[in-house]
Protein backbone atom coordinates (compact mmCIF):
# COMPACT_ATOMS: atom_id res chain seq x y z
CA UNK A 1 0.00 0.00 0.00
CA UNK A 2 1.29 3.25 -1.16
CA UNK A 3 1.98 6.07 2.07
CA UNK A 4 -0.29 8.75 1.17
CA UNK A 5 1.73 12.14 1.17
CA UNK A 6 1.08 14.93 3.65
CA UNK A 7 2.82 18.29 3.84
CA UNK A 8 4.41 19.73 6.98
CA UNK A 9 6.20 22.23 8.55
CA UNK A 10 8.43 22.59 11.66
CA UNK A 11 10.59 25.30 13.03
CA UNK A 12 14.41 24.10 13.34
CA UNK A 13 15.60 27.51 15.23
CA UNK A 14 14.00 30.97 16.35
CA UNK A 15 14.82 34.01 18.08
CA UNK A 16 12.60 34.81 20.81
CA UNK A 17 12.94 37.84 21.85
CA UNK A 18 10.93 41.06 21.99
CA UNK A 19 12.73 42.95 18.89
CA UNK A 20 13.26 39.82 16.90
CA UNK A 21 10.73 37.16 16.24
CA UNK A 22 13.06 35.51 13.72
CA UNK A 23 12.74 31.72 12.80
CA UNK A 24 14.53 29.09 10.24
CA UNK A 25 11.87 26.42 9.33
CA UNK A 26 11.48 23.50 6.59
CA UNK A 27 8.26 23.30 4.44
CA UNK A 28 8.14 19.24 3.55
CA UNK A 29 5.88 19.69 0.11
CA UNK A 30 4.88 17.26 -2.14
CA UNK A 31 6.90 18.49 -5.30
CA UNK A 32 10.20 18.78 -2.96
CA UNK A 33 11.56 20.98 0.56
CA UNK A 34 11.61 24.84 0.79
CA UNK A 35 13.83 26.34 3.36
CA UNK A 36 12.08 29.44 5.33
CA UNK A 37 11.91 32.71 5.11
CA UNK A 38 11.87 31.96 1.49
CA UNK A 39 10.97 34.04 -1.28
CA UNK A 40 8.30 33.42 -4.49
CA UNK A 41 8.86 34.61 -7.38
CA UNK A 42 6.07 35.38 -9.45
CA UNK A 43 5.96 33.10 -12.52
CA UNK A 44 2.04 34.83 -13.22
CA UNK A 45 1.08 32.87 -16.09
CA UNK A 46 3.30 29.98 -14.98
CA UNK A 47 6.99 31.72 -16.54
CA UNK A 48 8.31 35.17 -16.14
CA UNK A 49 9.20 37.26 -18.75
CA UNK A 50 12.74 37.22 -19.98
CA UNK A 51 13.13 34.61 -17.34
CA UNK A 52 13.02 30.67 -18.01
CA UNK A 53 13.08 27.39 -15.61
CA UNK A 54 17.04 27.48 -16.22
CA UNK A 55 17.19 30.47 -15.38
CA UNK A 56 15.30 29.77 -12.19
CA UNK A 57 16.98 26.48 -11.41
CA UNK A 58 20.70 28.26 -11.80
CA UNK A 59 19.12 30.88 -9.02
CA UNK A 60 18.48 27.60 -6.97
CA UNK A 61 14.79 29.60 -6.53
CA UNK A 62 12.77 27.10 -4.37
CA UNK A 63 9.02 27.74 -4.86
CA UNK A 64 7.17 29.60 -7.45
CA UNK A 65 4.27 31.65 -7.32
CA UNK A 66 1.60 31.37 -10.19
CA UNK A 67 -1.80 33.36 -10.47
CA UNK A 68 -5.07 31.34 -10.87
CA UNK A 69 -7.10 34.05 -12.55
CA UNK A 70 -4.96 34.11 -15.54
CA UNK A 71 -4.15 30.92 -15.85
CA UNK A 72 -8.14 29.81 -15.49
CA UNK A 73 -8.75 32.53 -18.41
CA UNK A 74 -5.30 31.21 -20.72
CA UNK A 75 -5.09 28.35 -21.43
CA UNK A 76 -7.71 27.27 -19.15
CA UNK A 77 -7.58 24.79 -15.89
CA UNK A 78 -8.73 21.64 -18.51
CA UNK A 79 -5.07 22.53 -20.71
CA UNK A 80 -2.77 22.20 -17.71
CA UNK A 81 -4.90 19.10 -15.79
CA UNK A 82 -4.34 17.17 -19.08
CA UNK A 83 -0.54 17.91 -18.86
CA UNK A 84 -0.20 16.11 -15.29
CA UNK A 85 -0.60 19.80 -13.43
CA UNK A 86 1.19 23.17 -13.06
CA UNK A 87 4.28 21.50 -12.69
CA UNK A 88 4.26 19.14 -15.59
CA UNK A 89 3.05 21.86 -17.97
CA UNK A 90 5.54 24.00 -17.01
CA UNK A 91 8.58 21.54 -16.53
CA UNK A 92 8.95 23.06 -13.07
CA UNK A 93 10.55 20.37 -10.62
CA UNK A 94 10.31 21.94 -7.58
CA UNK A 95 7.13 23.64 -5.68
CA UNK A 96 4.42 25.83 -6.73
CA UNK A 97 2.24 27.63 -4.74
CA UNK A 98 -0.83 29.71 -6.54
CA UNK A 99 -3.38 32.88 -5.42
CA UNK A 100 -6.76 32.24 -4.98
CA UNK A 101 -8.08 34.78 -8.12
CA UNK A 102 -9.70 37.19 -5.12
CA UNK A 103 -7.23 39.92 -5.24
CA UNK A 104 -8.46 40.93 -8.56
CA UNK A 105 -11.61 42.05 -6.81
CA UNK A 106 -9.35 44.56 -5.60
CA UNK A 107 -7.57 45.45 -8.50
CA UNK A 108 -10.28 44.95 -11.03
CA UNK A 109 -12.98 46.10 -8.89
CA UNK A 110 -12.44 48.99 -6.44
CA UNK A 111 -9.13 49.06 -7.51
CA UNK A 112 -9.36 49.92 -10.91
CA UNK A 113 -11.79 52.89 -10.59
CA UNK A 114 -9.72 54.89 -7.42
CA UNK A 115 -6.08 54.05 -9.33
CA UNK A 116 -5.52 52.32 -5.70
CA UNK A 117 -2.37 50.19 -5.15
CA UNK A 118 -1.80 48.07 -2.13
CA UNK A 119 0.37 50.80 -0.09
CA UNK A 120 -1.64 53.98 -1.14
CA UNK A 121 -3.56 55.95 1.57
CA UNK A 122 -5.90 58.71 2.30
CA UNK A 123 -7.69 60.21 4.66
CA UNK A 124 -11.09 58.69 5.58
CA UNK A 125 -12.88 62.23 4.99
CA UNK A 126 -11.92 61.74 1.54
CA UNK A 127 -14.14 58.54 1.64
CA UNK A 128 -17.64 60.44 0.54
CA UNK A 129 -15.59 61.47 -2.66
CA UNK A 130 -14.30 58.60 -3.58
CA UNK A 131 -18.31 56.75 -3.19
CA UNK A 132 -19.20 58.87 -5.81
CA UNK A 133 -16.39 58.42 -8.19
CA UNK A 134 -17.02 54.83 -7.74
CA UNK A 135 -21.14 55.82 -8.57
CA UNK A 136 -20.14 57.88 -11.43
CA UNK A 137 -18.25 55.31 -13.13
CA UNK A 138 -19.17 51.84 -12.01
CA UNK A 139 -19.89 50.98 -14.98
CA UNK A 140 -16.55 50.38 -16.21
CA UNK A 141 -15.79 48.15 -13.13
CA UNK A 142 -14.46 44.45 -14.09
CA UNK A 143 -15.05 42.50 -11.54
CA UNK A 144 -17.95 43.02 -8.87
CA UNK A 145 -18.65 41.43 -5.43
CA UNK A 146 -21.65 39.96 -3.51
CA UNK A 147 -22.21 37.35 -0.23
CA UNK A 148 -21.42 33.99 -2.84
CA UNK A 149 -18.59 35.22 -5.24
CA UNK A 150 -16.98 37.36 -7.55
CA UNK A 151 -18.30 38.18 -10.89
CA UNK A 152 -15.64 39.31 -13.48
CA UNK A 153 -14.66 39.97 -16.93
CA UNK A 154 -11.37 38.32 -18.52
CA UNK A 155 -8.77 40.99 -19.29
CA UNK A 156 -8.14 39.35 -22.17
CA UNK A 157 -11.64 39.13 -24.41
CA UNK A 158 -13.66 40.48 -22.21
CA UNK A 159 -15.64 37.54 -21.29
CA UNK A 160 -17.42 36.94 -18.21
CA UNK A 161 -16.62 35.01 -15.55
CA UNK A 162 -17.17 33.62 -11.83
CA UNK A 163 -15.24 32.85 -9.11
CA UNK A 164 -16.61 31.32 -5.77
CA UNK A 165 -14.49 29.92 -2.86
CA UNK A 166 -15.56 26.56 -4.19
CA UNK A 167 -14.50 27.44 -7.37
CA UNK A 168 -11.20 28.58 -6.61
CA UNK A 169 -10.43 25.51 -4.47
CA UNK A 170 -11.74 23.62 -7.35
CA UNK A 171 -9.19 25.73 -9.74
CA UNK A 172 -6.14 25.30 -7.78
CA UNK A 173 -6.83 21.67 -6.99
CA UNK A 174 -6.83 21.24 -11.11
CA UNK A 175 -3.42 23.08 -11.00
CA UNK A 176 -2.08 21.05 -8.81
CA UNK A 177 0.05 23.46 -6.54
CA UNK A 178 1.58 22.64 -3.28
CA UNK A 179 0.48 25.48 -1.48
CA UNK A 180 -2.95 27.07 -2.33
CA UNK A 181 -4.87 30.00 -0.22
CA UNK A 182 -8.70 30.50 0.80
CA UNK A 183 -11.17 32.86 -1.44
CA UNK A 184 -10.74 36.21 0.06
CA UNK A 185 -11.70 40.02 -0.95
CA UNK A 186 -8.81 42.68 -0.62
CA UNK A 187 -10.28 45.93 0.67
CA UNK A 188 -8.46 49.27 -0.66
CA UNK A 189 -6.55 51.24 2.24
CA UNK A 190 -9.42 53.94 2.89
CA UNK A 191 -11.80 51.89 3.09
CA UNK A 192 -14.58 52.60 5.96
CA UNK A 193 -14.67 50.80 9.14
CA UNK A 194 -17.84 49.31 8.87
CA UNK A 195 -17.34 48.11 5.29
CA UNK A 196 -13.82 46.95 6.19
CA UNK A 197 -15.78 44.86 8.70
CA UNK A 198 -17.82 43.80 6.12
CA UNK A 199 -15.85 42.53 3.84
CA UNK A 200 -13.62 41.06 6.49
CA UNK A 201 -16.79 38.55 7.93
CA UNK A 202 -17.99 37.93 4.65
CA UNK A 203 -14.10 36.51 3.64
CA UNK A 204 -14.30 34.49 7.09
CA UNK A 205 -17.52 33.08 5.80
CA UNK A 206 -15.16 31.99 2.55
CA UNK A 207 -12.60 30.43 4.50
CA UNK A 208 -15.31 28.29 6.07
CA UNK A 209 -16.63 27.56 2.71
CA UNK A 210 -12.79 26.57 0.82
CA UNK A 211 -12.07 24.56 3.69
CA UNK A 212 -15.50 22.47 3.31
CA UNK A 213 -14.71 22.69 -0.37
CA UNK A 214 -10.77 21.40 -0.45
CA UNK A 215 -9.85 17.52 -1.18
CA UNK A 216 -6.57 17.08 -1.76
CA UNK A 217 -4.63 16.29 1.56
CA UNK A 218 -1.21 16.83 0.18
CA UNK A 219 -1.57 20.58 -0.59
CA UNK A 220 -1.47 22.99 2.23
CA UNK A 221 -4.13 25.63 2.39
CA UNK A 222 -3.95 29.00 3.92
CA UNK A 223 -6.23 31.11 5.19
CA UNK A 224 -5.79 35.06 4.47
CA UNK A 225 -5.97 37.46 7.43
CA UNK A 226 -7.66 40.53 6.59
CA UNK A 227 -9.28 43.66 8.54
CA UNK A 228 -7.23 46.69 6.48
CA UNK A 229 -5.73 49.28 8.71
CA UNK A 230 -8.12 48.52 11.74
CA UNK A 231 -6.19 46.54 14.79
CA UNK A 232 -9.60 45.04 16.35
CA UNK A 233 -10.62 43.60 12.80
CA UNK A 234 -7.02 42.60 11.95
CA UNK A 235 -6.87 40.91 15.31
CA UNK A 236 -9.90 39.12 15.37
CA UNK A 237 -9.70 37.77 11.75
CA UNK A 238 -5.86 36.22 12.69
CA UNK A 239 -7.56 34.64 15.78
CA UNK A 240 -10.83 33.41 13.64
CA UNK A 241 -8.86 31.79 10.72
CA UNK A 242 -6.14 30.37 13.43
CA UNK A 243 -8.84 28.66 15.10
CA UNK A 244 -11.06 28.04 12.64
CA UNK A 245 -12.45 24.21 12.62
CA UNK A 246 -14.80 22.28 10.33
CA UNK A 247 -15.95 18.55 9.81
CA UNK A 248 -15.76 17.74 6.19
CA UNK A 249 -18.55 15.41 4.74
CA UNK A 250 -16.77 11.88 6.64
CA UNK A 251 -16.78 13.63 9.88
CA UNK A 252 -13.08 14.65 9.92
CA UNK A 253 -11.78 18.23 11.00
CA UNK A 254 -10.04 20.70 9.24
CA UNK A 255 -8.26 23.56 9.27
CA UNK A 256 -5.86 25.74 7.85
CA UNK A 257 -2.22 24.27 7.43
CA UNK A 258 -0.79 27.63 6.91
CA UNK A 259 -1.96 31.73 7.43
CA UNK A 260 -1.70 34.56 4.90
CA UNK A 261 -1.41 38.16 5.60
CA UNK A 262 -3.30 39.76 3.00
CA UNK A 263 -4.89 42.98 2.07
CA UNK A 264 -3.38 46.25 1.67
CA UNK A 265 -1.84 48.59 4.02
CA UNK A 266 -1.38 52.69 4.77
CA UNK A 267 2.40 53.96 4.31
CA UNK A 268 3.90 52.79 6.82
CA UNK A 269 1.15 50.68 8.47
CA UNK A 270 2.23 47.26 7.48
CA UNK A 271 4.71 46.53 10.33
CA UNK A 272 1.89 47.69 12.84
CA UNK A 273 -0.70 44.93 10.75
CA UNK A 274 2.20 42.24 11.65
CA UNK A 275 2.95 43.72 15.01
CA UNK A 276 -1.18 43.44 16.01
CA UNK A 277 -1.37 39.58 14.18
CA UNK A 278 1.69 37.58 14.51
CA UNK A 279 1.04 37.14 18.25
CA UNK A 280 -2.34 35.59 17.54
CA UNK A 281 -0.89 32.86 14.73
CA UNK A 282 0.15 29.47 16.42
CA UNK A 283 3.66 28.86 16.06
CA UNK A 284 3.35 25.45 14.61
CA UNK A 285 1.81 27.35 11.21
CA UNK A 286 3.97 28.86 8.20
CA UNK A 287 2.99 32.54 8.01
CA UNK A 288 3.05 34.18 4.27
CA UNK A 289 2.92 37.68 3.69
CA UNK A 290 0.99 38.07 0.47
CA UNK A 291 2.71 40.45 -2.42
CA UNK A 292 5.46 42.07 -0.78
CA UNK A 293 9.13 41.89 -1.29
CA UNK A 294 11.26 45.13 -0.84
CA UNK A 295 14.31 44.54 0.98
CA UNK A 296 13.01 46.96 3.85
CA UNK A 297 9.89 44.90 3.94
CA UNK A 298 11.63 41.67 4.05
CA UNK A 299 14.06 42.43 6.59
CA UNK A 300 11.52 44.08 8.69
CA UNK A 301 8.82 40.92 8.74
CA UNK A 302 11.41 37.81 9.00
CA UNK A 303 12.21 40.16 12.02
CA UNK A 304 8.38 39.78 12.98
CA UNK A 305 8.41 36.47 12.30
CA UNK A 306 6.98 36.22 8.74
CA UNK A 307 8.39 32.76 6.82
CA UNK A 308 7.47 33.27 2.78
CA UNK A 309 6.73 36.14 0.40
CA UNK A 310 5.75 36.65 -3.05
CA UNK A 311 6.19 39.39 -5.11
CA UNK A 312 6.84 40.32 -8.29
CA UNK A 313 9.12 44.02 -8.29
CA UNK A 314 12.65 42.45 -8.55
CA UNK A 315 11.78 41.74 -12.27
CA UNK A 316 9.35 44.86 -12.84
CA UNK A 317 12.13 47.00 -11.53
CA UNK A 318 14.85 45.26 -13.28
CA UNK A 319 12.25 45.90 -16.60
CA UNK A 320 12.45 49.87 -15.44
CA UNK A 321 16.16 49.57 -15.76
CA UNK A 322 16.73 49.43 -11.74
CA UNK A 323 19.54 46.95 -10.42
CA UNK A 324 19.82 45.92 -6.30
CA UNK A 325 22.75 46.29 -5.27
CA UNK A 326 24.41 45.47 -1.78
CA UNK A 327 25.20 47.72 1.09
CA UNK A 328 28.61 49.49 1.00
CA UNK A 329 28.25 49.45 -2.96
CA UNK A 330 25.91 52.27 -2.70
CA UNK A 331 22.78 50.15 -1.66
CA UNK A 332 20.69 51.92 1.27
CA UNK A 333 17.44 52.34 3.18
CA UNK A 334 17.02 55.76 1.31
CA UNK A 335 17.19 54.04 -2.29
CA UNK A 336 15.45 50.95 -1.71
CA UNK A 337 19.17 49.41 -2.16
CA UNK A 338 18.55 50.06 -6.31
CA UNK A 339 20.22 52.19 -8.68
CA UNK A 340 19.42 52.96 -12.29
CA UNK A 341 21.57 51.48 -14.91
CA UNK A 342 20.25 54.40 -17.33
CA UNK A 343 21.96 56.90 -15.62
CA UNK A 344 24.74 58.51 -17.52
CA UNK A 345 27.47 58.20 -14.68
CA UNK A 346 27.31 54.21 -15.35
CA UNK A 347 28.47 54.58 -19.21
CA UNK A 348 31.66 54.50 -18.40
CA UNK A 349 31.97 52.54 -15.07
CA UNK A 350 33.71 49.32 -15.49
CA UNK A 351 32.12 47.57 -12.46
CA UNK A 352 29.89 44.80 -12.13
CA UNK A 353 26.50 45.26 -11.02
CA UNK A 354 26.92 44.27 -7.84
CA UNK A 355 30.68 43.69 -6.92
CA UNK A 356 29.35 41.20 -4.28
CA UNK A 357 26.74 39.64 -6.41
CA UNK A 358 27.73 35.89 -7.63
CA UNK A 359 25.15 35.51 -10.20
CA UNK A 360 26.75 35.12 -13.88
CA UNK A 361 25.40 38.70 -15.24
CA UNK A 362 27.50 40.13 -12.44
CA UNK A 363 30.40 37.76 -13.62
CA UNK A 364 30.67 38.49 -17.07
CA UNK A 365 29.34 42.45 -17.84
CA UNK A 366 30.11 45.61 -16.75
CA UNK A 367 27.88 48.44 -15.69
CA UNK A 368 28.84 50.74 -18.84
CA UNK A 369 27.94 47.46 -21.18
CA UNK A 370 24.52 46.88 -19.57
CA UNK A 371 23.70 50.73 -19.77
CA UNK A 372 24.91 50.61 -23.35
CA UNK A 373 22.50 47.35 -24.39
CA UNK A 374 19.51 48.90 -21.86
CA UNK A 375 19.57 51.73 -24.22
CA UNK A 376 20.42 50.49 -27.49
CA UNK A 377 18.43 46.26 -26.95
CA UNK A 378 16.45 47.05 -23.95
CA UNK A 379 14.73 43.61 -24.31
CA UNK A 380 18.46 41.98 -23.61
CA UNK A 381 19.26 44.99 -21.36
CA UNK A 382 15.48 43.63 -19.28
CA UNK A 383 16.43 40.15 -19.04
CA UNK A 384 19.96 41.04 -17.48
CA UNK A 385 18.44 43.09 -14.92
CA UNK A 386 15.97 40.76 -14.34
CA UNK A 387 18.00 38.16 -13.63
CA UNK A 388 19.93 39.89 -11.20
CA UNK A 389 17.48 40.66 -9.13
CA UNK A 390 15.75 37.81 -9.16
CA UNK A 391 18.98 36.27 -8.01
CA UNK A 392 19.87 38.67 -5.86
CA UNK A 393 16.59 38.67 -3.51
CA UNK A 394 16.76 34.43 -3.76
CA UNK A 395 20.73 34.94 -1.99
CA UNK A 396 19.57 37.84 0.59
CA UNK A 397 17.02 34.77 1.31
CA UNK A 398 19.68 32.84 2.11
CA UNK A 399 21.93 34.84 3.95
CA UNK A 400 18.96 35.45 6.19
CA UNK A 401 18.47 31.67 6.70
CA UNK A 402 21.82 30.98 7.55
CA UNK A 403 22.18 34.15 10.19
CA UNK A 404 19.09 32.99 11.83
CA UNK A 405 20.71 29.06 12.24
CA UNK A 406 23.79 31.08 13.82
CA UNK A 407 21.74 33.22 16.19
CA UNK A 408 23.06 36.41 14.11
CA UNK A 409 20.38 37.58 12.10
CA UNK A 410 20.37 41.07 14.62
CA UNK A 411 24.05 41.29 12.58
CA UNK A 412 22.96 41.08 9.68
CA UNK A 413 19.52 43.27 10.15
CA UNK A 414 21.72 46.04 11.22
CA UNK A 415 24.99 45.53 8.43
CA UNK A 416 21.62 46.39 6.03
CA UNK A 417 19.07 48.63 7.67
CA UNK A 418 21.30 51.14 10.05
Known sequence: ??????????????????????????????????????????????????????????????????????????????????????????????????????????????????????????????????????????????????????????????????????????????????????????????????????????????????????????????????????????????TYLSSLVVDDDSGEPKCFDGIGIGGAFGKDQMYNVLDWVIPFIPEDKPIHLLGIGTVKDIFESVKRGIDLFDCVSPQRVGRAGYFYVHPGHEGNIKNKFRLKITNNRFKHDTLPLDPECKCKMCKRYSRSFIHHIFKTEPLTGMRILSYHNLFFMLNLMKMIRESIKKDEFDELYDEWMS
Request: proline share 3%; glycine share 8%; aromatic share 10%.
Open 1 to 238: MVKRFIPSFKVVNKSNTPENKSRYGILHLKHGRVETPAFAPVSTRGMIKLIDMDDLEDMNAQILMANTYHLFLRPGLDVIEESGGLNKYTSWKKPFMTDSGGFQAFSLGMGSLLGKSKFEYESHEQEASMIGHIKKHEGKVMARIDEDGIDFKSVYDGTKHRFTPEISIQAQEKLGADMIFAFDECTYPSASYEYTKESMERTHRWAERCLLASKRKNQMLFGIIQGGLYKDLRQASA
